[in-house]
C-alpha cells in the first residue's frame, strides 16, 4: 500500500511517518528508563556514603570517649563538623533530584548534634557510654534504612 502512489502521483507517505512516532516512543521510553536508572545508583550511591559517614563518626566519637583526655569541647567541634558534613549528604539528592526522599528526619540531626556530648558529659561509666551510643548508632543506620526501603515501595 505504501508504495502506491496516490492519483495526483505523490507516493503515499502513511507507513513512514507511523516508524518515525514509534522509532520517537522508542526513543523516549529508553531515555526514560534511563533517567530512572541513573536516578536509582545515584541514591544507592548517596545512601552508602551516607551509611559510611555515619559509621566513621560513630567509631570517632568511640575513639574520643575512649581517651582520657578528651573534653567536652574536643566532642562538640567533632560533632558540628561531622554533623554538617552528614546533614549536606543526606539532603543532597532531594536538592539535586528535586526528591522527596528524606534519609534522615531533622530530628535524627538535631539528636546527633546533642545527645553524644550530653552522653559524654553526664559521667556515665565507659561501657554504659559505649553502650548507649551503640544503641545510639543502630537506631541511626536503622532510620536510613527504613527510608531507603519506604523511597523503593514508591517506585
Same mark, same amino acid.
Given at each position: 500500500r ?21 522509532t ?5 521510553w ?18 552508602d556514603?551516607?551509611t ?5 563518626c ?5 575513639? =574520643?570517649?575512649s581517651? &582520657? ?5 574536643? /566532642? $562538640?567541634?567533632?560533632?558540628? +563538623? ?20 528524606i ?25 554504659e557510654?559505649?553502650?548507649? =551510643?551503640?544503641k545510639? &548508632?543502630t537506631?541511626?543506620l536503622e532510620? /536510613? $534504612?527504613?527510608?531507603?526501603? +519506604?523511597?523503593?515501595?514508591k517506585?
Open positions: 505504501c508504495t502506491m502512489r496516490s492519483k495526483i502521483g505523490r507516493p503515499n507517505t502513511t507507513r513512514g511517518f507511523d516508524s518515525s512516532i514509534v520517537a516512543a522508542g526513543w523516549y529508553a531515555a526514560h528508563l534511563n533517567h530512572r536508572t541513573f536516578e536509582r545508583s545515584e541514591f544507592i550511591k548517596n545512601k556514603k551516607l559510611n559517614l555515619v559509621d566513621s560513630f567509631d570517632k566519637l568511640d575513639e =574520643l570517649f581517651k &582520657r583526655e578528651t573534653t567536652s569541647e574536643d /566532642i $562538640d567541634i567533632f560533632i558540628t +563538623e561531622k554533623t554538617i558534613e552528614i546533614e549536606n549528604k543526606a539532603s543532597q539528592l532531594s536538592r539535586v533530584f528535586k526528591s522527596k526522599i534519609f534522615l528526619t531533622t530530628d535524627t540531626i538535631t539528636k546527633m548534634k546533642s545527645y553524644p556530648l550530653d552522653l559524654f558529659e553526664n559521667n556515665n561509666m565507659y561501657n557510654q559505649k553502650s548507649k =551510643l551503640r545510639f &548508632r537506631d541511626v532510620e /536510613i $534504612d527504613q527510608n531507603y526501603e +519506604e523511597w523503593l515501595k517506585l
